[in-house]
């Protein structure tokens, strides 16, 4: 089933808008609250093949998706549709956290991001060379976890003291013993194969506090994704990921010491739960030197995430500031000890 939003007062298309957290009509104004919208809003369209062909109920194109499509817009018209079946059953999301940023701050949020970099050609600095901006909802799995970690170590304390004409190093061993209990509550993971892992990472956090109860109207005017690993496939991923903070956490209760040698490190981490999410992602697409450069921004913070082409003159010239304050501080150094020029 394709889903259209229209509106009963004019009939046009209705879509979510960020900034009042509603569906609102893109011609009248309209707005319902998504929480508890009418069913009498949608307009279905049903077709064979899961809808992966289907005819456009604002101006009747046809119109072709890919398997994983669940949210998009008409090519021809601009209409926004929902592919219903693909966010039903076992692909429905238990939460989403709504677009805050419209696509017109997202456009002077960028502009204002490539404008801050020190080391980006100045021509990618004006930001005039936007290709396309694309909201999209992201699929993610959220994990909460648990995590018990037995540790055994020898630990050191090195002491040096002088005595008469001989200098002595004592040092005392310690055996260490650590039984430790971790928690932790909605660990994200991007269940999308298009998109690129490190940049969902480096998007992170977004604000969970902000999860709302999936309702497909706040899909309306969006493209979004079903997932294409369920969290089964992806558990190896959530552990993998919170294994250096487990790390991290060991090492920060034996402080104090010289040296830490682990003789057995065993650390069991298990699944609480897992649920499904959709998380907002305006998606940048920007062309500098004959070459497509690909950045996201988190739809909820404006946080900008992406490789951006590197200037080496400017480069260069970084590097002459830092070589050349450094001698002056040296020449200064050199002054205030006697030295005298160099």
Not at 95 to 121: D, H, Y
Not at 247 to 256: E, K, P, V
């Amino acid at each position: 089933m394709v889903t259209h939003y229209k509106c009963p007062n004019c009939g046009d298309d209705m879509a979510f808008d960020s900034e009042s957290g509603m569906l609102t009509c893109q011609s009248c104004g309209r707005q319902d609250q998504i929480e508890d919208y009418s069913e009498d809003l949608k307009t279905a369209v049903f077709s064979e093949d899961e809808a992966k062909e289907y005819h456009c109920e604002n101006c009747g194109a046809m119109l072709i998706t890919e398997a994983e499509t669940a949210a998009t817009t008409c090519s021809f018209c601009g209409a926004g549709v929902v592919l219903q079946e693909r966010l039903s059953g076992a692909l429905a999301p238990a939460k989403v956290i709504p677009f805050t940023i419209s696509k017109e701050e997202a456009m002077q949020a960028f502009k204002k991001w490539c404008r801050n970099g020190r080391l980006t050609p100045k021509g990618f600095m004006t930001a005039d060379r936007i290709k396309g901006i694309t909201g999209m909802y992201v699929p993610f799995w959220l994990y909460d976890l648990n995590t018990k970690a037995k540790v055994e170590a020898v630990a050191t304390k090195v002491r040096k003291y002088t005595r008469g004409d001989y200098e002595y190093t004592e040092t005392k061993y310690y055996d260490v013993y650590r039984d430790i209990d971790l928690s932790y509550v909605k660990v994200p993971v991007d269940a999308s194969e298009k998109m690129d892992d490190k940049i969902m990472d480096k998007l992170e956090p977004f604000p969970y506090d902000q999860l709302k109860d999936f309702k497909t109207p706040y899909l309306a005017g969006y493209i979004a994704e079903k997932y294409n690993y369920d969290d089964k496939q992806l558990y190896p991923r959530v552990e993998s990921k919170i294994q250096k903070f487990i790390d991290t956490y060991i090492s920060s209760t034996i402080s104090g010491y010289s040296s830490v040698s682990y003789n057995h490190k065993h650390i069991n981490t298990k699944k609480v739960r897992s649920y499904y999410v959709l998380l907002p992602v305006w998606m940048v697409y920007y062309d500098y030197d004959k070459t497509e450069h690909t950045f996201a921004m988190n739809g909820q913070t404006g946080k900008v995430v992406g490789k951006p082409p590197i200037s080496y003159s400017k480069v260069a010239a970084w590097f002459g500031g830092i070589a050349g304050t450094s001698f002056i501080v040296l020449k200064l150094a050199a002054l205030a000890m006697g030295g005298g020029l160099w």
